[in-house]
């Protein structure tokens, strides 16, 4: 049977549900949004005189949760547009409309019983073939489904989201007994291709995998702190960033999801567990004490931690009353951040003998016995459980790459030293004389299944740049980027300067790469898989230029910049750029020319320049200023005032999406540019666009004029300037940098309407950002910037 997701339903509009409701929404199925009819009027509903019977009173609980989705942060929908795409209803009178749907995704509360009652009113009104899934984070697929049709059992499974939907990327899909293979792989490519999740195939065990592992490793390390006389802020301060995992570390951790959902989900793997590994997952006296009191977390506002005024405090686990957050400062902290790499960080850490190696070894160790003692029992191998871990709970590192790194057979004799029982799959690895979970042979990863090593199965559409790089070579490269043939005729230019900031280096790149492109392969993709794709120009750089009034220097940077982007623009091959994360002021530039933009869901591109009290140089505010006029209908006479108010204000207040989308909408992309929901399909989509366009006969852009607004156009930009200056709203060089953006996007002293060349806009936009480089209250934002990460108001 071919399945198809055109419509869904989720039962249940809390959290997770209106979550799921949005992530659906993000990418365009329209969704039925369901939950139970309330038991009484509210006072609002009496004062307009609904009774219960009304359908606003019937559907409070789903509607309600729709305009909650318009008010979270982080933002659920990716634009408020795709609201439109839900509608909110009820179980009672809306449960016949679930025959018209193609995925009914049950997110109810936990319990058996509920969820057992519901499917069988599902059960009585679904069309055959129609796929049925349950959210749960932990009960029991198998007992959930039994009783239902034949049919039913056939398309039933676990699809456990992460929350929130939208960001998190781990998708748990667990089968029942019951349901069809083909029903199984069809989730798994539509999880992967079309919800852009992380897929990994769980077994039905007691919280599946990530959750599992995940709640052994929190109540160890409350274990262990209390063990050995911890504060909590003491282990934040090692198990967070320096050990490849979230800010959040683990207390933080646990405020975000919430003390009662952490105690729920330990309770769920408890109850179903004996022996030593149910005394683990007892939750400690402190925590129930929490629990009793209403300390949950982020949702009643204390936790672990708890924030008055300005300052947080962490809480004394023996006391119950809150101190000052405390940080652990050892040697080897300091000795790990000087280490290149995680695992060379990690492995310092685990085995230093001071207080940072006691804590580090006493919740890693017992974490990696688990985890391979669950081997076979949880999921089929290593590297489902590892990516598990990665993709639920942000791990850099899944726990058999850090038993890798630390040593398997030097961890191993320090586990028999103590005492410690072996499992018997890490047994068997050493037994067989290997010395890691994990090896790479030519570019390929392969992993070890308990008797040999197998290759890890890689998705076409996954192009992991630093393994393709090992396999294929690199075509030319320097200190900021890299060229790489990506097959088909394709070539990929990859920055990987520190930041992804651009730099001279960086320019030299581009300007041989369009060059071999058009002389030897069919187009070029502009992209990479570092942390961000770029943070802009290299500010350090023109700080340190423009201070020491190095101004010819700093003139010949910004021209190779801007002719570096016009190169981009005019190639005889089509360019794809493949922006994603922070794409920030030069980042944006070097992707506003391109021929195509593919970009990701969570793409944040502006033009910030302003925040450092400079304007884009490159070419940004011309471009941006075309996209608009590109982006109007043919035929209709268009107000140029209005484009350039709008490329003003975008600019002026140095406005980032939040999204992909809202990157369309602040017209950074256009419509027919891309934007891949599974960021690791990103490069293989853009170079399928940038093949397409060859295919298709691409030819360059002809040079064309460009009508600007000139000395009318100005004045009317500066009109709201000057308001907010005279109000105090803005500083007097905060006007000073709006009136040169103004020049710039106006086209200078010309009548309204005339029509200019590109590069005298370029030359207006480079002498605007060479005369505020130079000036020291833009000096002192770039400085302010580069010291404290944020901006400077002068």
């Known amino acids: 049977m071919t399945y198809q997701i055109k419509k869904a339903a989720v039962l249940g509009s809390g959290v997770m549900g209106s979550g799921i409701a949005a992530h659906l929404a993000n990418i365009g199925i329209p969704t039925l949004l369901l939950d139970i009819v309330p038991n009484e009027v509210n006072n609002e509903e009496q004062t307009k005189g609904f009774s219960l019977e009304h359908p606003a009173v019937r559907n409070r609980f789903a509607q309600t949760a729709l305009q909650k989705l318009l008010k979270q942060k982080p933002a659920p929908l ?96 667990i089968p029942a007994t019951t349901t069809d293979f083909e029903v199984v792989e069809f989730m798994k490519k539509f999880g992967e291709d079309v919800l852009g999740k992380g897929v990994v195939l769980a077994k039905d065990t007691p919280n599946f995998i990530a959750n599992r592992i995940g709640t052994y490793g929190l109540l160890v390390s409350l274990r262990e702190m ?23 570390a683990t207390f933080r951790t646990l405020d975000v999801v919430g003390l009662d959902t952490f105690a729920h989900v330990a309770k769920n793997v408890h109850d179903l567990t004996t022996g030593e590994e149910q005394k683990v997952f ?72 001071d207080r940072t190696g006691e804590l580090l070894w006493s919740i890693l160790s017992p974490t990696l016995l688990y985890s391979a003692e669950l081997h076979g029992e949880i999921a089929d191998d290593i590297v489902a459980i590892d990516q598990a871990m990665k993709w639920g709970f942000g791990w850099q590192q899944g726990p058999f790459e850090i038993w890798d790194a630390i040593g398997v057979n030097e961890s191993v004799e320090k586990m028999k030293a103590e005492g410690l029982e072996i499992p018997y799959f890490a047994h068997s690895l050493l037994d067989k004389g290997f010395n890691s979970f994990y090896k790479e042979e030519n570019g390929d990863q392969y992993f070890f299944d308990g008797n040999d090593y197998k290759i890890v199965p890689v998705n076409e559409k996954v192009i992991d740049l630093k393994r393709y790089k090992k396999k294929h070579g690199v075509i030319k490269s320097n200190a900021g980027a890299s060229l790489i043939d ?20 960086i320019v030299q790149m581009i300007n041989f790469a369009v060059d071999e492109v058009e002389k030897n392969y069919k187009g070029l993709v502009i992209g990479n898989q570092g942390k961000n794709f770029s943070v802009g120009a290299n500010l350090g750089m023109i700080l340190m230029e423009a201070q020491d009034d190095n101004m010819f220097e700093l003139d010949f940077v910004v021209r190779s910049f801007q002719n570096a982007m016009m190169k981009i623009k005019y190639s005889s091959k089509p360019v794809v750029a493949a922006p994603f994360a922070m794409t920030l002021g030069g980042g944006a530039e070097a992707c506003l020319p391109a021929a195509h933009i593919q970009a990701t869901t969570e793409t944040y591109m502006g033009l910030v320049e302003v925040g450092v009290g400079l304007i884009p140089g490159g070419g940004g505010n011309k471009e941006l200023y075309m996209k608009h006029l590109k982006g109007l209908p043919n035929g209709v006479q268009v107000d140029y005032q209005n484009v350039a108010n709008k490329v003003f204000e975008t600019i002026a207040m140095a406005k980032v999406s939040t999204s992909g989308e809202e990157a ?31 295919e298709a006969g691409y030819k360059a852009p002809i040079h064309e004029k460009v ?65 505020l480089v130079a000036d020291p209250k833009s000096q002192a934002r770039m400085q302010y910037m580069l010291v404290k990460g944020k901006p400077l108001r002068n």
């Open 486 to 505: 990506l097959g088909d005729g394709i070539a990929l230019l990859e920055f990987h300067s520190k930041s992804n900031s651009i730099g001279i280096d």
């Open 664 to 694: 369309r909408e602040n017209n950074f992309l256009n419509f027919a540019d891309g934007i891949s929901v599974n960021p690791d399909h990103q490069l293989y989509d853009a170079k399928q666009a940038a093949l397409s366009l060859a």
């Open 707 to 771: 009508p600007v607004t000139g000395s009318p156009g100005y004045a009317t930009l500066l009109l709201g300037a000057e308001g907010m200056f005279l109000s105090g709203f803005i500083s007097e060089h905060d006007m000073k940098i709006a009136k040169k953006l103004a020049y710039v996007i106006a086209g200078g002293e010309v009548p309204y309407g005339t029509l200019v060349d590109e590069q005298y806009l370029l030359n207006l936009e480079r002498e605007a950002f060479l005369s």
């Open 78 to 173: 990716t634009s408020k547009k795709n609201l439109q795409l839900i509608t909110a209803g009820n179980l009672e009178d809306d449960l016949e409309k679930l025959k018209d749907m193609d995925w009914i995704i049950e997110v109810v509360v936990e319990n058996l019983e509920v969820k057992k009652s519901l499917y069988e009113k599902i059960d009585a009104v679904r069309k055959a073939g129609t796929i049925v899934s349950s959210n749960t984070s932990g009960i029991s697929v198998n007992a959930m489904v039994e009783g239902r049709s034949e049919d039913f059992g056939k398309h039933f499974l676990g699809t456990h989201f992460f929350n929130p939907p939208r960001y998190l990327k781990l998708l748990e899909v």
């Open 282 to 353: 007892e939750v400690p006296a402190f925590l129930d004490k929490m629990l009793e009191n209403k300390w949950l977390g982020a949702k009643t506002g204390q936790g672990f931690f708890m924030k008055k005024e300005k300052e947080i405090f962490e809480l004394n686990i023996d006391t119950l009353e809150y101190e000052s957050v405390k940080k652990l400062t050892t040697p080897s902290m300091e000795m790990a951040k000087q280490q290149k790499g995680l695992s060379a960080k990690v492995k310092t850490l685990t085995y230093a003998k």
């Open 226 to 248: 209390q063990a050995r006389g911890y504060s909590v802020g003491e282990v934040d301060s090692v198990t967070g960033p320096l050990i490849g995992r979230p800010k959040s």
